[in-house]
């Protein structure tokens, strides 16, 4: 057992200094990394990984009050591992000595086997004074302060009622919520199906290939899921389809796809229609097609800018366009923690101003009559609401449609008198003028 404990340890803290000291995100350097271990192990180093970034500035509290002066960059690597040996004794309950021991085991594993007497100082330094240290850390690093200043400041001015409630919601882990491919199985038999295996989960009420599972679990587990018979999505995302109005026979775009989640959706839930998956980053374009693949779906996968669609269009419009556009990911914090230390200020008005592009572009591709959904992952106001606010004041042949007469859908994460789900926003566009 102590080789291995030690690699999840080792694996834990290479991931962290890959996203925190060297800038990349979790959501590549952990699929990356975890290849090391047997896959029983990799959850446990995402359980770890997720808590630091969520609470990255209580982590560097503590560490200032257990260590004398930092570590310089050469050894940096034994500050990420200090913290994946708190992390084990804060909040994923690990035995004590295991997480002492397995913790200094993994020093040599990250080639500094001379700092083992350092990482267990401080981490028996913190169980001598964890209560202490715990009672001044609630005071000193209170719960918004685990947000940037700058995106907490915006947060609380956009929702100055609910902005406690979004900070916490971010904090906690997500609900496993999956779509039942309605290709081969309605919600009421996929459920029967798991309830035949003991496992709990409620349809939602609306959306009736939507369920929710009452405890998470390794979904390779779930039955017929490498057939393609379920996959997992968000709730808030679920609602593209619905929103989207296919009708078989359709052609539908979805504008920024990858990786191809909400086309999966469209493509289960109305047989018949035409679907182009496009998405500008081509790396991510062969996971795309693997996903269709395991679903036994087709679509016709496109590598291209949607801000510019002279260099991939065929030039025959569409029915239905669904832009889920690039954004600030605000919304997904809690699926995605080391958004919150990767995202700048400065990021927001770039990010503004390209999805008006893309939205403008989009707009001409546009069959008159048809219908364009407008999504994010966001819930800053001036990538929703006033962004599709701006775009119909400059744009004279689009409106509203059902079911969002008045205004755009703003799902704030985790709210309670909603789903459960991550934030997102939804308007539903219009073109004037018959098909």
């Known amino acids: 057992m102590s080789a291995k404990a030690a690699s999840s340890r080792a694996v ?17 350097v952990l699929p990356e990394l975890q290849q090391q271990l047997a896959p029983a192990d990799r959850a446990w180093v995402q359980a770890v990984c997720f808590d630091v970034m969520r609470e990255l500035p209580r982590y560097e509290w503590l560490i200032q009050q257990l260590v004398d002066k930092p570590l310089k960059s050469k050894v940096r690597i034994v500050h990420y591992l200090i913290m994946v040996g708190l992390s084990q004794l804060r909040t994923l309950n690990t035995p004590e000595h295991a997480a002492l021991s397995e913790t200094v ?3 040599s594993q990250v ?3 001379a700092l083992k007497g350092l990482i267990n100082g401080v981490l028996r330094n913190y169980l001598r004074h964890r209560d202490a240290l715990e009672s001044q850390l609630s005071q000193q690093v209170p719960l918004a302060d685990c947000f940037p200043r700058w995106m907490r400041e915006r947060i609380q001015q956009a929702w100055p009622k609910q902005s406690d409630a979004i900070f916490n919601a971010s904090q906690q882990r997500p609900p496993l919520w999956l779509r039942v491919n309605a290709k081969q199985f309605s919600g009421a038999e996929y459920l029967q199906l798991l309830s035949e295996q003991n496992i ?14 009452s405890e998470s679990l390794d979904v390779r587990t779930l039955p017929h899921f490498a057939e393609g018979a379920v996959s997992v999505q968000d709730i808030s995302a679920q609602w593209a389809g619905y929103y989207l109005q ?27 229609i035409e679907l182009d998956a496009l998405d500008f980053e081509e790396s991510r374009i062969p996971r795309m097609i693997e996903n269709f693949a395991r679903l036994q779906l087709t679509a016709n996968v496109i590598q291209g800018d949607a801000a510019n669609p002279s260099d991939w269009w065929s030039g025959i419009a ?21 958004i919150r230390w990767h995202r700048r200020e400065s990021d927001i008005g770039p990010l503004v101003e390209l999805q008006q592009q893309i939205l403008t572009a989009q707009w001409q591709l546009l069959k008159p009559g048809g219908i364009l959904v407008y999504a994010t992952c966001s819930i800053l106001p001036e990538e929703n609401e006033q962004q599709i606010v701006n775009f119909l004041a400059n744009t ?21 008198t909603g789903e459960d789900g991550d934030g997102f926003y939804y308007a539903v566009l219009q073109k004037l003028g018959s098909s």
Do not use: F, W
Not at 18 to 28: D, E, I, K, M, Y
Not at 204 to 212: E, G, R, V, Y
Not at 323 to 329: E, G, K
């Open 105 to 107: 085991n993994a020093a």
């Open 396 to 416: 004279s042949d689009a409106k509203r449609a059902d079911p969002l007469v008045e205004q755009g859908r703003q799902i704030l994460p985790g709210d309670p």
């Open 246 to 272: 296919t009708q078989p026979g359709m052609r539908v775009l979805d504008a920024c796809a990858a990786p191809g989640g909400k086309s999966a959706l469209l493509l289960e839930q109305t047989a018949g």
């Open 200 to 213: 709990t989960a409620t349809v939602h009420p609306q959306l009736t290939q939507a369920l929710k599972l």
């Open 318 to 338: 569409y029915d239905r366009i669904l832009l889920d556009a690039p954004c600030s990911a605000t919304g997904i914090m809690r699926r995605q923690p080391d």
């Open 111 to 113: 080639r500094q086997k």
């Open 12 to 28: 834990a803290a290479q991931v962290l200094q890959n996203v925190l000291q060297h800038g990349r995100s979790l959501s590549a």
